[in-house]
């Protein structure tokens, strides 16, 4: 069993800004913290502290539940995937204000810790970047060590880029409280462009330096050469889309290519939704790993129907259920699907099965019932607090192996995917088709947009049709954005995509949709219901506002999205 990612996060002096005091009768050496001098005096502390980069710090409430918060919402109590029309957070959580369109710079719910966790991390990078020549170890080892520094750095840009568009271009440089803050490089937005060239040159420069495999100190959940090339591909497919509208989608292709010829990396072929219950497979790339003594929240307690004892917590829309397909890959809004509304669930995309919990589903060894009357996962049923909003529950990534009850300490050891193979095949397709067309194999390739989308499509334990060939560019595009909305759902994808192909306006327009089911005798009905109301998208929310508050901090010289 290969070594698994460890949480190792040193309470240093460089974690934030460097004062200067006077000395007088109140100076002491803190022993709460590392120094500089044992970190650069000890090359195994100093490889810790790089190591412990690839998590961030808790800004916010229920934000690393138990452990500290890496890249994204990952596993924490609200997802990601409730400020989109995969699912809402039944509880609030400062989810409601997104999905209503409330956001604002000086309210900006569960959205509001990007831009201050991520220039934390750039200057933790480049603390380390500019200070690694004073500690004592063997040059290929240093270097590893910057290609893993720069690919941190690199993310947390690109995770800036995602959410503000153009960015601060910090380079190297490290800012302490003392120095001269009027520098205006230290305020200036770089455009869209500028910040998407320097994070892609950094991951090149990452990928020169990175191992292919991380055998032996190179452990499961570190960045490598293929982490470096995956993220360079999804940052210009990013470039090449409508909204950003700054790069080519042949240079999107051939970075996306350029993964899939290492030849390292394949599609996870034990089922669906075993994927997402351990990480040591061929299909991952960049992940998130957990140990039992570092466990963070417990997904099953945390997501699971109120008659286990569940908090329902991340709860599926009707959006996205209906947009599953049926098995003969025909959507259920064709007459000719064989869908029948009064046995929705039946014959469905089997990745529906392995990510929603729906009436009738079989579950921990009873059946879900959120029919009413009587239903024990309805309003009529136990911990009726919980009940879902939506009629549905989150199955994908819950354990059912797993404790549902009283589960702490005992629970929550999934994996996180950042990056896995799949997103890398529809990444190829979507740039591909946009490039040359469904059928043409592009320079350099094995592939064509539609082989690529048949091998997701027909993976053992999905075994959807395969597309047929002759699919017209606008055909095999709205294929590829079936694909991504329910193989990448719930993983923090769809607020992205909906943005960056510039069709929020229709798709976070429409209302948080669920279902009511209703009993009769041994009658079913299903009757659509709004879940949560006054859902809204403007133009505006295309970019999330920067925080007031970092605003005030620039003596009001960062510019602010438009809109806000």
Known sequence: MKTTFRNILYTTVIATAITSCKKDFLTVTPTDRVSEAAIFGDSLLFEDFVYARYVGIRLQDKEGDGTNPGFGRGFEYAMWSSLTDESIYNNDDNTWLVQRGLLAPENTGIAGTIWGRSYRSIRECNFAITNIEKVTMSQPHKDKLLGELKFIRAFRYHDLIRNYGGVILMGDKVYNLGDNLQDEALFTRASLKESIDYAVAQLDEAAAALPLNNDGNWLLGRATKGAALALKARLLLYAASPLYATGTWQAAATAAQAVISLNKYSLYTGGYGNLFLNGDNSEAIFERLYTKNAGHTHLEIANGPNSYGGWGGNLPLQNLVDDYQMDNGKPITDGTSGYDANNPYVNRDKRLYATVLYNGASYRGSTIETFTPGGKDSKDGPDNWNTSKTGYYLKKFMNDAYPLQNPWGNAGFQPWYYIRYAEVLLNFAEAANEAYGADVVPP?????????????????????????????????????????????????????????????????????????????????????????????????????????????????????????
């Open 444 to 564: 350099g390739s094995t592939l064509s947009a539609r082989t690529a989308v048949n091998l997701v499509r027909q993976r053992t334990g999905v075994g959807m049709p395969a597309l047929a060939s002759g699919l017209s560019q606008s055909q095999m595009r709205d294929a590829i954005r079936y694909e991504r909305r329910v193989e990448l759902a719930f993983e923090e994808h769809r607020f992205y995509d909906v943005r960056r192909w510039k069709i929020a306006d229709v798709t976070e327009n429409k209302p948080a949709g669920g279902i009511t089911v209703t009993k009769s005798g041994s009658t079913l009905t299903y009757t659509p219901k709004v879940a949560l109301d006054g859902r809204k998208f403007e133009t505006k929310h295309y970019w999330l506002p920067i925080p007031r508050a970092e605003i005030q901090a620039s003596n009001n010289k960062i510019t602010q999205n438009s809109g806000y």
